[in-house]
């Protein structure tokens, strides 16, 4: 307002005091939207001003101008600015004695302005100039934003009230109008009366104090009061209209919504089956390899126990070639007992250094002997630990497929809970069921973890039993081949010294047998230890079955458990399709309540077009029964006319045998 004050000093030449008073005061009260220059006479310079200022918009709603002697030309300028506003909506112009250029103003600013709803043109001329008056009331009826007008003590006649009539018939907004104190008489009220049966806006219309007979007054209430309440009744149709139209609306949200959640829940479950039948499947392909892994390494196993059967077979043919050398020897030897008696006496304390030594190297092996049979005893043992450690891998697994069944029936529970309160906690139950997932695919996670670690630990065990098995084959290897240099050894020397070392030779002869039946001996426990190699080998098979049997077991219970989420799919489909058909019920319904809402309106507008019917019916009687009113006024006048015709006559009649008999007295007393 400030601002406004400052352009109103700066565009007015001779600017009013009181006006820039009323300007400052309204700027210090900004919660007020009215701009009050009442009693004020404002020079036609300050009105040229506020003409400037008023287009566009303005920082107030009201404009108070009462009693303020407006000029016609600043009235003019004032108006002319008010043509292009968009803020005002309250206009006061009352006891500005406004005529015929002030009305012309008017009527231009109803024809122009759209954001206009009140006003007020009290104690005006504005019926005294016809043309003017005319002009006002055209652009009353182009105007449809004006509600309230009030043209008290205008000085209207019947004339300008049948151009008020005319614009009334064409506007549709205006629902107060005030014409008391004026002289409309009685051919304005019949044609307002006659403008109320195109007008069905107006609610009020006040024509006191007009000259207006009783009887246009109660009619023309009536209409009004009629035009009221069908705009009470439409407002209400239009209120009940928008809020069934909203409920409708918010029920097709709603539904919309729980179809789309249900069909978010429905993708959801799906992508989690798809989800744990990949997620199975990968386990299967993995335990699969691992399978495929051990039987390999069986393959592998067998493979080197053939080769070591190979190699058992050689070395017994090698001892059997060694016991025909020994024959032929011994057969050599019977020749030539009698040839190195003597040598032989001279060889004994050789043989016993010899004797000594070979009882050494027995010791070396018996203690290499015990050695391998610790790392036998070791190796069963972490056979044994494996066992154990796969007999905790199946209790594991067993108390995993308890742990899943069990969270498969708290599903089911809880799938049937939510079947009953579906519609009340859908969505708490959807996540508690996203977390119930997320905490099963975490444990199974880290149950797939522990099992892969546990796998790798086996293989790593499993690689440096490997490992240890052929370092001890490579020592039965090198023992052979030690064992074998010995023997080539022996056969030289026995080949060089078999003339001069007679003796040697039975004592050589006699360790060869001890070191044959040790060799035998050994031969026979490298045959145990393979039967028991074979024997774990066996177990190790028996144990690989087993775990493909669980394999197996786990793939059918993968199976039955997909069986039943494919169940559990069809069952929320079932239900999801059960509650299609509700939704499709209750749209039947609301289809059923927007049929009886229109057969509602429909009966609305036969009940309105039987109300107008009746309103015509009536105001056609009401014409009737004015057009026999008048008829009676007319004959009543004739009749009055002629008793004051034949008043005249007996009155003439009278006066001249008045005049007659007075003469006649005056002539007998003459």
Request: overall charge neutral; some cysteine; aromatic content about 2%.
């Amino acid at each position: 307002m400030e601002e406004f004050r400052r352009d109103y000093a700066r565009l007015c030449a001779a600017p009013q005091d009181a006006v820039l008073r009323r300007l400052r005061e309204r700027g210090e009260a900004p919660g007020r939207a009215r701009l009050d220059l009442a009693e004020l006479s404002l020079s036609p310079d300050t009105c040229g001003a506020l003409g400037r200022l008023l287009p566009g918009s303005a920082p107030f709603a009201e404009l108070a101008l009462a009693d303020c002697g407006l000029s016609e030309d600043g009235a003019k300028l004032l108006l002319h600015g008010l043509c292009s506003n968009t803020t005002v909506r309250s206009l006061d112009l009352k006891g500005n004695n406004l005529r015929a250029t002030g009305a012309e103003a008017l009527g231009k600013l109803l024809r122009q302005n759209k954001s206009i709803r009140s006003l007020i043109l009290e104690w005006n001329s504005l019926g005294v100039w016809e043309e003017g008056f005319s002009f006002f009331c055209q652009g009353l009826g182009a105007n449809n934003s004006l509600q309230r007008l009030d043209l008290r003590n205008n000085q209207i006649n019947h004339h300008g009230a049948g151009e008020l009539a005319m614009a009334l018939k064409r506007n549709t907004s205006l629902q107060e109008l005030d014409l008391r104190w004026n002289n409309i008489g009685l051919l304005g009220g019949r044609a307002l009366l006659n403008c109320l049966q195109s007008n069905k806006t107006l609610k009020k219309l006040e024509l006191a104090g007009n000259n207006v007979p009783s009887d246009i007054l109660k009619a023309v209430e009536q209409a009004t009061d009629h035009n009221r309440d069908r705009q009470t009744i439409l407002s209400e149709t239009q209120n009940r209209t928008c809020v069934l139209s909203k409920e409708i609306l918010n029920l097709k949200d709603e539904k919309t919504k729980q179809f789309l959640d249900l069909m978010g829940t429905i993708d959801k479950q799906r992508e989690e089956i798809a989800r744990s039948g990949r997620i199975s499947a990968g386990r299967v392909i993995r335990l699969q390899e691992a399978l495929n892994e051990q039987h390999s390494i069986m393959n592998s196993l067998k493979a080197k126990l053939q080769m070591t059967e190979a190699a058992l077979a050689l070395s017994e043919q090698k001892v059997h070639n060694l016991g025909e050398l020994l024959s032929a020897m011994k057969q050599e030897q019977a020749s030539m007992t009698e040839q190195h008696i003597a040598e032989l006496q001279q060889q004994r304390q050789e043989g016993a250094d010899r004797e000594g030594k070979l009882f050494r190297d027995l010791s070396a092996c018996n203690e290499k002997n015990l050695f391998l049979r610790n790392q036998v005893d070791e190796l069963e043992k972490k056979c044994k630990v494996q066992q154990d450690q796969l007999f905790e891998l199946k209790q594991d697994l067993t108390n995993t497929t308890a742990e899943l069944k069990l969270r498969a029936v708290q599903a089911e529970e809880r799938l049937e809970m939510e079947k009953r309160r579906f519609k009340q906690s859908l969505e708490d139950m959807e996540s508690l069921r996203l977390k119930e997932v997320d905490h099963l695919t975490q444990h199974m996670e880290a149950s797939e973890r522990s099992m892969q670690d546990r796998v790798q630990k086996l293989e790593a065990i499993r690689i440096a039993l490997e490992e240890e098995l052929s370092q001890v084959k490579a020592a039965a290897l090198t023992e052979r081949s030690h064992a074998e240099e010995e023997l080539m050894k022996v056969r030289n020397q026995a080949r060089l010294d078999e003339q001069q070392r007679l003796e040697h030779l039975e004592e050589k002869l006699r360790l060869m047998t001890e070191a044959r039946n040790e060799a035998q001996n050994c031969c026979l426990k490298q045959k145990q230890m393979v039967g028991e190699a074979q024997v774990k080998a066996s177990q190790l098979s028996l144990h690989a079955d087993g775990l493909r049997r669980r394999i197996e077991e786990l793939q059918q219970d993968l199976n039955s458990k997909e069986q039943e989420k494919v169940t559990e799919v069809n069952k929320v489909k079932v239900e999801l399709q059960e509650q299609i058909g509700h939704l499709q019920a209750e749209r039947t319904a609301q289809e059923g309540l927007r049929e009886k809402i229109a057969a509602l309106e429909r009966q609305l507008k036969v009940l309105s077009s039987n109300h107008r019917e009746a309103l015509l019916d009536k105001e056609g009687e009401i014409s009737m029964l004015m057009e026999k009113l008048r008829m009676k006024e007319a004959d009543i006048s004739r009749m009055r006319e002629e008793e004051a015709q034949r008043a005249s006559v007996l009155q003439n009649a009278i006066m001249a045998y008045v005049q007659g008999s007075s003469l006649g007295t005056h002539s007998s007393r003459k």
